[in-house]
């Protein structure tokens, strides 16, 4: 009989544990399994990517409410007269309006201002797993029934301690946790001692066979520029570094370098990025691309990949960078050693702008070095599918 799974992410926009998870969506053994997929926001670019076999779930109640404007929702709520959608909707949108919030912070504040209106899973798993940190696990641990719960984290998970005693009592329900590095592993026993028992490590799993393929089709800059083309690929978001980016932009606009840097990615930071850009006349040098669903073109015909993040748990868009061979520069962060060697497959270089925009001289000047760091991307194992291995022994 075929296990029942479910699995819980906040949407499949292109990001990090987004492409993670459909990569294990398409190297499950669906003989063996049935898995339904809950979204807390759909149409995100990567759902076109998910199996066939894969169902996935209708929206929550709550989530199509939310997609209402005031006008509407105050309609519905009068004309069915229910109304706990409609108070917890304002009681989050006021709670939100106070100050800047990290993600941890918004997650708790929108998980106690609207559970009670958010439905039970009505079926029964063999297996839940959220796989995201946030309100999937908030979710899995209050709303969903089955025999094992497994949380996925693959961020940096510091918290303060108001969120940490938030966050206890719904890891206490988890009989698993997983970390996708060993640094993410590290920082949330930090946060987390006493769940020692319960961690372990599975990489976000990559598929070389799969992004070799995808960078074969689809569109990529189709803009006629002759120079060196740069790529980022991050939320625009604060921990992604863009402030770094754009400061390093400069700079090598300043020495007079013919390049070109594009960024993949689209969030919060958008427009302050846009006005940056415009104020520090980069508009010709800095060029953001929004979102696509296969962004392996993109990696395969740039010539340097620079990741400026402040934090990540893993790195997943150095790891396909490095799968196509393209050479990478990358700031310190937590994760970094977990797959960059310095000056073998790429440069990491310490979280700042003159020390990414060094990073960019030396690739760009030494051309020894370069074609020293792609033959070695070119002998470097790639991938790691094996990491399926582990999943199928935790899920059983």
């Known amino acids: 009989m075929k296990k029942n799974l479910l699995f819980v992410i906040d949407s499949l926009d292109c990001a990090g ?22 979204l807390f926001r759909h149409g995100g670019t990567l ?5 066939k076999e894969v169902n996935i779930l209708k929206p929550l109640k709550y989530t199509d409410f939310a997609l209402l404007s005031f006008k509407e929702a105050t309609k ?14 304002i009681k989050y949108s006021l709670g939100i309006r106070k ?8 997650a708790r504040i929108y998980w106690q201002c609207v559970s009670k209106a958010i439905e039970n899973n009505p079926k029964k798993y063999d297996i839940a797993i959220s796989y995201a940190q946030g309100i999937p ?9 089955a025999k094992k719960k497994i949380a996925w984290v693959n961020v940096s998970y510091r918290l303060d301690e108001m969120e940490k005693e938030f966050q ?20 949330l026993l930090e946060t987390f001692p006493y769940y020692a028992e319960k961690v372990s490590v599975i990489y976000d799993i990559n598929n070389p066979n799969f992004i070799t393929k995808m960078a074969d089709k689809g569109h990529d800059y189709n803009d006629d520029f002759e120079g060196l083309k740069i790529l980022t690929i991050g939320r625009l978001a604060h921990l992604k570094g863009y402030d770094v980016a754009l400061e390093a932009c400069e700079k090598l606009k300043e020495r007079g370098i013919k390049f070109r840097w594009y960024a993949l990615g689209t969030g919060p930071l958008e427009n302050d990025i846009k006005e940056s850009i415009i104020k520090n006349g980069l508009t ?46 990358t700031t310190r962060f937590d994760a970094v050693y977990n797959q960059m060697i310095d000056g073998k497959n ?39 599918i094996e990491e399926i291995d582990k999943i199928y022994k935790l899920i059983g």
């Open 99 to 106: 100050k800047k919030y990290s993600h941890a912070q918004k």
């Open 284 to 329: 010709e040098h800095f060029e953001l691309l929004g979102v696509r669903p296969n962004p392996y073109p993109f990696i395969k015909n740039a010539d340097l990949y620079v990741q400026t993040s402040k934090s990540e748990g893993f790195g997943l868009a150095i790891a396909e960078a490095r799968m196509l061979n393209i050479p990478v520069v």
């Open 47 to 51: 759902e076109e990517l998910v199996p």
């Open 346 to 384: 790429g440069l990491v270089v310490d979280m700042n702008a003159e020390a990414v925009y060094q990073g960019i001289l030396k690739i760009i000047n030494n051309n020894e070095l370069r074609q020293s760091i792609i033959r070695y991307l070119q002998t470097e194992k790639k991938g790691n």
């Open 17 to 38: 544990a987004e492409k993670s998870l459909v990569t294990l969506l398409s190297l499950l053994d669906y003989s063996n399994y049935s898995v339904d997929l809950m």
């Open 137 to 145: 696990t908030f979710y899995v641990a209050d709303k969903v029934q």
């Open 168 to 187: 206890r009592r719904y890891y206490d329900v988890y009989n698993h946790i997983v970390a996708v590095s060993d640094s993410a592993m590290e920082i």
């Open 76 to 89: 519905y709520s009068l004309m069915n007269f229910d109304f706990k959608m409609y108070t917890s909707r």
